[in-house]
T-cell receptor, first 116, second 110 residues
Framework: GAGVSQSPSNKVTEKGKDVELRCDPI?????LYWYRQRLGQGLEFLIY????????KSGLPSDRFSAERTGESVSTLTIQRTQQEDSAVYLC??????????????FGEGSRLTVL | GDSVTQMEGPVTLSEEAFLTINCTYT??????LFWYVQYPGEGLQLLLK???ADDKGSNKGFEATYRKETTSFHLEKGSVQVSDSAVYFC?????????WGAGTKLIIKP
């Protein structure tokens, strides 16, 4: 497809387990963002990748969260030892190189994580 | 730091009613402002934007005017349709980041 693809769309896990969320950006988009959206709240920035530059990890809430991206391709967000407060929708967005300054981001449908 | 405040929802209207969703911001300088929309089962998508004071963004019958004096970017539509039911997010650009409001759920009843 032509859009941003995220998987899984829904994930239910037990407290303490690790989870991995995947984002497949639009081809050619050099910038990629991960956000967290808790119920009834705005989008909370987690991490930003731009090409081969060092990522901006300033939004990661704890060292249990990490993300990787190889070049301009797929990104994975990993949450270790999940806690109930990690329950949220995790959104991925990509944009062309100029897009990170125009503010037009292209979003996936999100991965809904529920930690029991 | 920069922030965005938008009216709480849900906002429930009848079809063909006039819509206003309020958005105000706090920022250094004059950031670009955006409205994004999330339709049920879909990803967020850009609805409209304005890059400088007094600019009016418009799309799909929606409009919003960048008001520097009131630091506002209220979303309006003259006659809403059931298909406008969605969650609307106001945002501002801060460098390469977007700062987001909490979202306003809009429900349009036939």
């Amino acid at each position: 497809g032509a859009g941003v693809s995220q998987s899984p769309s829904n994930k239910v896990t037990e407290k303490g387990k690790d989870v991995e969320l995947r984002c497949d950006p639009i081809s050619g988009h050099t910038a990629l963002y991960w956000y967290r959206q808790r119920l009834g709240q705005g989008l909370e920035f987690l991490i930003y990748f731009q090409g081969n530059s060092a990522p901006d990890k300033s939004g990661l809430p704890s060292d249990r969260f990490s993300a990787e991206r190889t070049g301009e391709s797929v990104s994975t967000l990993t949450i270790q030892r999940t806690q109930q407060e990690d329950s949220a929708v995790y959104l991925c967005a990509s944009t062309p190189q100029g897009g990170r300054y125009t503010g037009e981001l292209f979003f996936g449908e999100g991965s809904r994580l529920t930690v029991l | 730091g920069d922030s965005v405040t938008q009216m709480e929802g849900p906002v429930t209207l009848s079809e063909e009613a006039f819509l206003t969703i309020n958005c105000t911001y706090t920022a250094t300088g004059y950031p670009s402002l955006f409205w994004y929309v999330q339709y049920p089962g879909e990803g967020l998508q850009l609805l409209l934007k304005a890059t400088k004071a007094d600019d009016k963004g418009s799309n799909k019958g929606f409009e919003a005017t960048y008001r520097k004096e009131t630091t506002s970017f209220h979303l309006e539509k003259g006659s809403v349709q059931v298909s406008d039911s969605a969650v609307y997010f106001c945002a501002l650009r801060s460098n390469y980041q977007l700062i987001w409001g909490a979202g306003t759920k809009l429900i349009i009843k036939p």
